[in-house]
């Protein structure tokens, strides 16, 4: 490594004790010094609990999606109850609701069963959330596509080429033109060379990419990928109104290092946010530019000048967020006690005038000092911003384990309220929309020590609701979770409009039958097809005979048209578990290798004489 200079000297000190700063965290035998139990009164609390009481019967008013982190999944929230509704299998298998064991679900988690999920992204019109689609990614470089009619994965699109460690997406644009990603990870690309790690800073590269995204039916498909240096990306976000066209993108490791990132990553005073015109790298890749890397065109913005800049910002930033008017551009340093607010029309001019500072690898870094508007002293370890509907946004503290509170225009920190541990993300009511709701905000910390009744050493993370809708923020609630709620998105349940039956008209799958006198079985040589119905409260045919060995297929309609009758087919010893909600038609396909007499029954409690719904599989062995 280089001879570090004395600034650099004292930024690695910097760096050393903001580490000694975490180890000292991370061992803490209690909560935090200080920490409040909850309200401090008696009227604080009944205040909060009247906030947060949804009477039995009542709706809630916001749905939050939060991300499952390595379960794979993404949990729905009602606000301000703080009640898990639903868990939304993606990445992993999920035998509650029969996820990754029919057909349709196993084929689309091919032949990975986990996925790091991190930034739930619904889609948008104009700005706003529409209610139709949400988009998540995880780490092996995979976007999926719930449905938000029916809160279903239906689409797994990837592993992209030259991803890797897909951490930087699913951030989608104004319109859900695209999905964005970005690479946590430099390799060598494409995938499959092998290249010495002392030429990382040469012959490693990272990738942006955008997802093409179907303004129909949501189905995604390849759209283009730019070429970076080898920096690690982290957040980002997409521009709106006034920036729309852009997508900006954190990043840290701009030294290039290897080895001890805490260490050799830390050596210069600041990193970088990306600044990328997608719609001028469309063009290119429409007027045929790009090179063919991975099956995939790649832009390199050496050779196409204009689609990619780099703005300077604070030590290893995690966060960037744009404000509701698109005229901001947020970036968060973690090793720093500032936020930097980057004004768009600046950044525009500094690109007409060419004011730069140098380059990396072809792309131009504008001047710091030409394209900010302020730096905010909102605290120790800034994170992630989020924005209210009067002008405040909202910035997580990591090392002060707060969320500071903040004027637009004004750049003045007007309050600050303590979380319970760690706050990572936070996330506001439509708060990275172009119209905020205000009212709600959830703190998304990474631990919850001394919060809860011990469940071993195995705990919870933390997730607390803080009420937005006076001058001062108030904690209202906290809930636990399952690892990890890394980042959410709250919209107004006005916005969504689930069905709960598949109406019968819809169902075009050309084995689905509807009346009990077609369901059989019949047989193809050693492929069986079984023709099943499910009704209360009967699973018809009750018996299947097969031979062993065949290739059983078996076809299951739930013909029920009422909302709740959902019914389930668990297959004994054959590891096949199904649940068909009303009006759906799943398969199971599997090869029939163990003889003998199986049983198999409905899984979902579906009426008085559930216990009668069963049948059996007789597998006859070879002679």
Same mark, same amino acid.
């Given at each position: 490594?280089?001879?570090?200079?004395?600034?650099?000297?004292?930024?690695?000190? =910097?760096?050393?004790?903001?580490?000694?700063?975490?180890?000292?965290?991370?061992?803490?035998?209690?909560?935090?010094?200080?920490?409040?139990?909850?309200?401090?009164?008696?009227?604080?609390?009944?205040?909060?609990?009247?906030?947060? @009481?949804?009477?039995?019967?009542?709706?809630?008013?916001?749905?939050?999606?939060?991300?499952? *982190?390595?379960? *794979?999944?993404?949990?729905?929230?009602?606000?301000?109850?703080?009640?898990?509704?639903?868990?939304?299998?993606?990445?992993?298998?999920?035998?509650?609701?029969?996820?990754?064991?029919?057909?349709?679900?196993?084929?689309?988690?091919? *032949?990975?069963?986990?996925?790091?999920?991190?930034?739930?992204?619904?889609?948008?019109?104009?700005?706003?959330?529409?209610?139709?689609?949400?988009?998540?990614? +995880?780490?092996?470089?995979?976007?999926?596509?719930?449905?938000?009619?029916?809160?279903?994965?239906?689409?797994?699109?990837?592993?992209?080429?030259?991803?890797?460690?897909?951490?930087?997406?699913?951030?989608?644009?104004?319109?859900?033109?695209?999905?964005?990603?970005?690479?946590?990870?430099?390799?060598?690309?494409?995938?499959?060379?092998?290249?010495?790690?002392?030429?990382?800073?040469?012959?490693?590269?990272?990738?942006?990419?955008?997802?093409?995204?179907?303004?129909?039916?949501?189905?995604?498909?390849?759209?283009?990928?730019?070429?970076?240096?080898?920096?690690?990306?982290?957040?980002?976000?997409?521009?709106?109104?006034?920036?729309?066209?852009?997508?900006?993108?954190?990043?840290?490791?701009?030294?290039?290092?290897?080895?001890?990132?805490?260490?050799?990553?830390?050596?210069?005073?600041?990193?970088?946010?990306?600044?990328?015109?997608?719609?001028?790298?469309?063009?290119?890749?429409?007027?045929?530019?790009?090179?063919?890397?991975?099956?995939?065109?790649?832009?390199?913005?050496?050779?196409?000048?204009?689609?990619?800049?780099?703005?300077?910002?604070?030590?290893?930033?995690?966060?960037?967020?744009?404000?509701?008017?698109?005229? @901001?551009?947020?970036?968060?340093?973690?090793?720093?006690?500032?936020?930097?607010?980057?004004?768009?029309?600046?950044?525009?001019?500094?690109?007409?005038?060419?004011?730069?500072?140098?380059?990396?690898?072809?792309?131009?870094?504008?001047?710091? &000092?030409?394209?900010?508007?302020?730096?905010? =002293?909102?605290?120790?370890?800034?994170?992630?911003?989020?924005?209210?509907?009067?002008?405040?946004?909202?910035?997580?503290?990591?090392?002060?384990?707060?969320?500071?509170?903040?004027?637009?225009?004004?750049?003045?920190?007007?309050?600050? #309220?303590?979380?319970?541990?760690?706050?990572?993300?936070?996330?506001?009511? &439509?708060?990275?929309?172009?119209?905020?709701?205000?009212?709600?905000?959830?703190?998304?910390?990474?631990?919850?020590?001394?919060?809860?009744?011990?469940?071993?050493?195995?705990?919870?993370?933390?997730?607390?609701?803080?009420?937005?809708? +006076?001058?001062?923020?108030?904690?209202?609630?906290?809930?636990?979770?399952?690892?990890?709620?890394?980042? =959410?998105?709250?919209?107004?349940?006005?916005? #969504?409009?689930?069905?709960?039956?598949?109406?019968?008209?819809?169902?075009?799958?050309?084995? =689905?039958?509807?009346?009990?006198?077609?369901?059989?079985?019949?047989?193809?040589?050693?492929?069986?097809?079984?023709?099943?119905?499910?009704?209360?409260?009967?699973?018809?045919?009750?018996?299947? +005979?097969?031979?062993?060995?065949?290739?059983?297929?078996?076809?299951?309609?739930?013909?029920?048209?009422?909302?709740? &009758?959902?019914?389930?087919?668990?297959?004994?010893?054959?590891?096949?578990?199904?649940?068909?909600?009303? *009006?759906?038609?799943?398969?199971?396909?599997?090869?029939?290798?163990?003889?003998?007499?199986?049983?198999?029954?409905?899984?979902?409690?579906?009426?008085?004489?559930?216990?009668?719904?069963?049948? @059996?599989?007789?597998?006859?062995?070879?002679?």
């Amino acid at each position: 490594m280089r001879q570090m200079s004395g600034k650099w000297k004292a930024t690695a000190a =910097a760096a050393a004790i903001f580490t000694a700063a975490l180890m000292v965290w991370q061992c803490a035998p209690s909560a935090p010094k200080g920490a409040k139990k909850g309200p401090a009164n008696a009227s604080d609390q009944s205040v909060a609990a009247m906030k947060t @009481y949804v009477a039995p019967g009542d709706l809630d008013d916001f749905y939050m999606f939060a991300s499952g *982190g390595h379960s *794979g999944q993404i949990y729905v929230y009602g606000l301000p109850s703080m009640r898990h509704l639903s868990t939304i299998p993606v990445y992993t298998p999920y035998p509650a609701t029969g996820y990754g064991f029919d057909d349709e679900s196993k084929a689309m988690l091919g *032949g990975l069963t986990w996925g790091d999920v991190h930034h739930p992204a619904l889609s948008e019109t104009n700005g706003d959330y529409d209610g139709r689609w949400l988009f998540v990614n +995880e780490m092996n470089g995979r976007v999926a596509r719930v449905d938000l009619r029916d809160f279903k994965t239906r689409q797994i699109f990837g592993p992209m080429p030259n991803i890797s460690g897909n951490h930087g997406s699913a951030f989608v644009t104004p319109n859900t033109e695209y999905s964005m990603m970005a690479s946590r990870f430099s390799i060598p690309i494409p995938k499959g060379k092998s290249v010495p790690i002392d030429k990382y800073a040469t012959e490693y590269k990272g990738v942006i990419a955008a997802v093409k995204i179907d303004p129909k039916t949501g189905a995604m498909s390849q759209g283009f990928q730019i070429l970076t240096p080898p920096f690690d990306w982290d957040l980002g976000d997409a521009g709106k109104k006034i920036s729309d066209g852009w997508m900006f993108w954190t990043c840290y490791n701009s030294e290039r290092a290897t080895g001890k990132l805490e260490v050799t990553s830390a050596q210069k005073d600041r990193d970088y946010i990306a600044a990328v015109d997608w719609r001028a790298a469309e063009k290119a890749i429409a007027e045929g530019k790009g090179d063919l890397i991975g099956g995939v065109k790649v832009l390199d913005p050496k050779k196409v000048p204009g689609i990619f800049y780099l703005l300077p910002c604070g030590k290893s930033p995690h966060g960037v967020d744009v404000s509701p008017d698109g005229k @901001y551009v947020i970036g968060s340093g973690k090793l720093q006690g500032v936020t930097t607010v980057f004004n768009f029309e600046k950044i525009q001019t500094a690109i007409r005038n060419k004011d730069f500072t140098g380059d990396e690898d072809g792309i131009p870094v504008l001047k710091y &000092e030409s394209i900010k508007d302020a730096e905010v =002293a909102v605290g120790l370890g800034p994170l992630h911003t989020q924005f209210g509907g009067d002008g405040y946004a909202y910035t997580s503290l990591f090392v002060d384990s707060a969320i500071a509170k903040w004027k637009l225009g004004t750049w003045e920190v007007v309050d600050k #309220i303590p979380m319970s541990y760690s706050i990572g993300h936070l996330a506001a009511a &439509e708060g990275d929309t172009c119209t905020p709701k205000g009212k709600y905000l959830v703190g998304l910390n990474k631990l919850s020590h001394g919060r809860h009744l011990s469940v071993g050493p195995s705990q919870p993370e933390s997730m607390q609701l803080v009420d937005i809708s +006076e001058e001062k923020m108030k904690l209202l609630y906290d809930a636990f979770t399952e690892p990890e709620p890394h980042y =959410a998105q709250i919209v107004a349940a006005k916005t #969504i409009h689930p069905i709960e039956v598949y109406p019968k008209e819809e169902n075009k799958n050309p084995l =689905a039958i509807w009346d009990v006198k077609d369901a059989g079985v019949t047989r193809q040589g050693t492929n069986v097809l079984a023709k099943v119905v499910l009704v209360r409260s009967t699973i018809t045919p009750t018996a299947i +005979e097969v031979n062993q060995g065949d290739t059983v297929k078996i076809v299951m309609t739930n013909i029920e048209q009422t909302t709740d &009758e959902l019914h389930g087919f668990g297959l004994l010893d054959y590891n096949i578990n199904i649940v068909v909600d009303p *009006g759906e038609t799943k398969t199971v396909t599997f090869k029939a290798d163990k003889p003998g007499v199986f049983p198999y029954y409905c899984t979902n409690f579906c009426s008085a004489l559930h216990q009668e719904m069963q049948g @059996y599989l007789i597998v006859k062995g070879k002679s």
